[in-house]
């Protein structure tokens, strides 16, 4: 078997020609299997190259889906397995976001931190969130306990500033419970809303 022709296609993909049969593949795959004109190959081959490209397009959709939706490991393992991909292969997909830095779920889980205690979500709603991202409890444990306090504290006071007003028809007092349940139903806890009252 010879491969007999290479043609670039608009989509960046290259149309290999072998054996009169046309054959798509990414730039990765034809230089991994040597894939230029002239170049004899077997039918083993072939298939190698065919199931290498069948993982990278699936690596490609991970990395898609990982970064559309900041999904950490739990949720990118669980987009492949309802595209049914056979463990082994999630596996090295992992592996390979993981070595290529795309996949460091406790780089996510600070930056997600960070980003939800901005727009003033207390320490509770964001443990919750977190959690129902998919990522594990003692990473979302740990990670809080390096959380910017000054951040952190400067969304609740700029959360209270926004929504204070909107309690100014009760009188002080019910004004002020009112204002406590709402930030405690943002994730906030008593004694961090002690100071604003």
Known sequence: ?????????????????????????????????????????????????????????????AVAYALKYGAGEKR???????????????DSIIDRMKEDKILNDLELIDSLIESYAKKGNGRILIKEKLYQKGFKKEDIED??????????????IKLFSKVEHRYDKYDLSIRKEKLKAYLLSRGYTYSEIAFLF
């Open 143 to 156: 990670r809080l306990s390096y959380m910017d306090m000054n951040t952190y504290k400067n969304g609740l």
């Open 76 to 90: 990118v393992r669980d987009y492949l397995k309802r595209k049914e991909v056979p463990y082994p292969t999630i």
């Open 1 to 61: 078997m010879i491969v007999e022709k290479v043609l670039k296609t608009k989509k960046g993909l290259y149309q290999i020609t072998i054996d009169n049969k046309n054959y798509l593949f990414s730039e990765d795959t034809v230089v991994q299997f040597h894939l230029i004109e002239g170049h004899k190959t077997t039918q083993k081959e072939i298939d190698l190259a065919i199931k290498s490209e069948d993982v990278s397009s699936l690596f490609h959709k």
